[in-house]
């Protein structure tokens, strides 16, 4: 009799303050949130997706219920609308159940696939706490701005009638609450980040020590000082290969040939306007000799200012050191934070390097300047995108470019995927039979063509697994092109579309994903090397010595 007075309190107090139909379709989409995406998890991110689908499915159920009540659709019986509230309360906590039992081995079937060691288990306690806390503060803010909107709408309703009082009022509820979260939320968050990565690039690490020789970037010969650098320019510039190493991995008959290569890179600091910064580069440019390599690369590097070692190496040892890249900082923020704050930064920096350097390339006589390449990773991949325009170079043109893990946003990437061939998945597409354009992944897949390629080329290197190439807005209510049909060879089959809660899933993926050289975002040596040799074809190579040179990046891991 107790337990059922007391079971009876406990739905009433429930009632009270939550919504059924929000609860029941909430519990669903936790469920659901539990199935596997593109990477691994660990268990507290797993907690903020749960929360947010939690949340969503709340808002889902709740905002569904009141169109059926608005349009006076017919609604059950008190006594049998419990009933069939009750199973199918039954049958969502099952799921969830169900779901719950299976997310370890979800998991696990996600970090088979990238070569990661397995988990023994998830943490439902961690879990648990960060979804609901996460749900209920959602909720609560939620109600704030429903209490905000009505206080409003009523105040209007002496000055206007009633309809356009409640559109004014939930208008200017809405900029309010934007003008609150914008304005203070996220510009004290920017300016926090600002200040942090604003020391972390001006820390000198002791490892890294300022070059002696007179062709590298930073030394005492040099136009742009080792402070002025930043902490990426000084990693960029330090961890260069030496001629010896170069040498020790080339064909023999390249070994006496080798050189050190050359590598310029201006710091944010180095000048007030990318204008100034891209002036000073080709400056630097020309005073070490660049324009007499085999090949120039122009970088676009990422948010922070970050080149990736592994996209410019292979590089530098297929052609024995003959080679200069350039690459110039243009914020100190991660690649998100540089988007929502500095993205005109980062493009108007990307064009004023490529108009300068192009400019002066190809002012050179063709027979005797460098092979032109552009290069960039993520955000750096994006920019690079932009910094020119075709009927800008259709007269002269420059070689081409490789762009890795690029954004989803990249307006090249997407046209090119969209309008691929019709059997080719959009994972790894065809594009045209790859006279121009084509892509590669792990396994390669730029010399897979029936067609010649072009003198004037463009390489996308992208793996199936990367949230932030294949992250779709549009998951919200249909299923990505990509999850259709043969999956990529490293993505889980068990991977499932579900509306809103795949969007959250691979939101989450994008943001703090994480995953081993060769997968995900992490773009591997190796395979940065398959691609530079078709897009280069570097002469004087064997197949045994590329393959040893593979090995050698491949260990590097």
């Known amino acids: 009799?107790?337990?059922?007075?007391?079971?009876?309190?406990?739905?009433?107090?429930?009632?009270?303050h939550f919504h059924a139909t929000g609860l029941l379709l909430g519990t669903l989409f936790f469920a659901i949130s539990l199935t596997p995406s593109l990477l691994p998890r660990p268990d507290y991110i797993q907690g903020l997706i749960s929360g947010l689908s939690l949340s969503a499915g709340y808002g889902v159920g709740v905002l569904c219920y009141w169109?059926?009540?608005?349009?006076?659709?017919?609604?059950?019986?008190?006594?049998?609308?419990?009933?069939?509230?009750?199973?199918?309360?039954?049958?969502?906590?099952f799921v969830a159940i169900v779901f719950l039992w299976q997310a370890s081995g979800w998991q696990n079937n996600v970090r088979k696939l990238m070569g990661m060691e397995e988990i023994t288990g998830i943490q439902l306690s961690v879990i648990g706490l960060i979804a609901i806390t996460l749900f209920l503060l959602l909720l609560w803010l939620s109600r704030l701005f429903h209490r905000t909107f009505l206080f409003l709408s009523k105040k209007m309703q002496h000055l206007v009638p009633a309809r356009?009082?409640?559109?004014?009022?939930?208008?200017?509820?809405?900029?309010?609450?934007?003008?609150?979260?914008?304005?203070?939320?996220?510009?004290?968050?920017?300016?926090?980040?600002?200040?942090?990565?604003?020391?972390?690039?001006?820390?000198?690490?002791?490892?890294?020590?300022?070059?002696?020789?007179?062709?590298?970037?930073?030394?005492?010969?040099?136009?742009?000082?080792?402070e002025q650098?930043?902490?990426?320019?000084?990693?960029?510039?330090?961890?260069?290969?030496?001629?010896?190493?170069?040498?020790?991995?080339?064909?023999?008959?390249?070994?006496?040939?080798?050189?050190?290569?050359?590598?310029v890179y201006v710091g944010l600091n180095s000048a007030e306007t990318p204008q100034q910064r891209a002036d000073l580069a080709l400056a630097e440019l020309i005073r070490v000799d660049a324009f007499s390599r085999a090949v120039l690369v122009l970088i676009t590097p990422t948010g922070t200012g970050w080149v990736d070692p592994a996209s410019i190496d292979p590089l530098e040892y297929l052609y024995g050191g003959n080679t200069a890249s350039v690459a110039a900082q243009y914020s100190y923020l991660s690649s998100p934070l540089a988007i929502l704050s500095e993205a005109d930064y980062g493009v108007e920096t990307a064009r004023a390097m490529f108009q300068t350097v192009y400019g002066y390339w190809s002012?050179?006589?063709?027979?005797?300047?460098?092979?032109?390449?552009?290069?960039?990773?993520?955000?750096?991949?994006?920019?690079?995108?932009?910094?020119?325009?075709?009927?800008?170079?259709?007269?002269?043109?420059?070689?081409?470019?490789?762009?890795?893990?690029?954004?989803f946003r990249s307006e090249t990437w997407r046209s090119v995927t969209q309008m691929r061939d019709a059997e080719s998945p959009a994972w790894l597409p065809r594009f045209r039979k790859g006279e121009v354009v084509r892509f590669a992944n792990q396994s390669g897949g730029l010399a897979l063509s029936d067609s010649q390629w072009g003198a004037f080329r463009i390489a996308f290197l992208q793996y199936a697994s990367d949230p932030i190439t294949f992250f779709d807005p549009q998951a919200f209510y249909r299923e990505p092109a990509w999850m259709q049909g043969i999956r990529g060879p490293d993505v889980t089959p068990d991977l499932r579309w579900f509306p809103v809660v795949t969007m959250l899933q691979l939101a989450a993926d994008m943001a703090s994903g994480v995953s081993p050289r060769g997968y995900g975002h992490a773009y591997a040596a190796e395979h940065y090397l398959d691609?530079?040799?078709?897009?280069?074809?570097?002469?004087?190579?064997?197949?045994?010595?590329?393959?040893q040179l593979r090995a050698f990046f491949s260990a590097q891991r």
């Open 1 to 16: 009799m107790r337990l059922r007075r007391t079971g009876r309190l406990l739905t009433h107090r429930l009632r009270r």
């Open 67 to 93: 169109i059926w009540v608005y349009f006076d659709l017919p609604l059950a019986k008190h006594r049998l609308q419990r009933q069939v509230q009750f199973a199918v309360a039954l049958l969502f906590v």
């Open 164 to 226: 356009v009082s409640h559109l004014a009022g939930l208008l200017t509820a809405l900029l309010l609450f934007w003008s609150i979260i914008d304005g203070v939320f996220f510009a004290l968050a920017l300016q926090a980040a600002d200040r942090s990565y604003q020391r972390i690039d001006a820390l000198i690490e002791p490892e890294f020590e300022p070059p002696l020789a007179s062709t590298m970037t930073g030394s005492a010969a040099s136009l742009i000082s080792w």
């Open 229 to 263: 650098l930043g902490r990426q320019g000084r990693r960029f510039i330090s961890l260069a290969p030496t001629r010896q190493q170069i040498a020790q991995y080339g064909p023999r008959q390249m070994a006496s040939q080798s050189m050190e290569p050359l590598r």
């Open 363 to 407: 002012g050179l006589p063709a027979e005797s300047r460098p092979a032109l390449y552009l290069l960039g990773l993520s955000l750096g991949a994006l920019n690079s995108d932009l910094s020119f325009d075709f009927y800008d170079i259709i007269e002269d043109p420059f070689q081409g470019a490789l762009w890795s893990g690029p954004p």
């Open 531 to 547: 691609s530079w040799v078709a897009l280069t074809e570097p002469a004087g190579w064997t197949t045994e010595e590329l393959g």
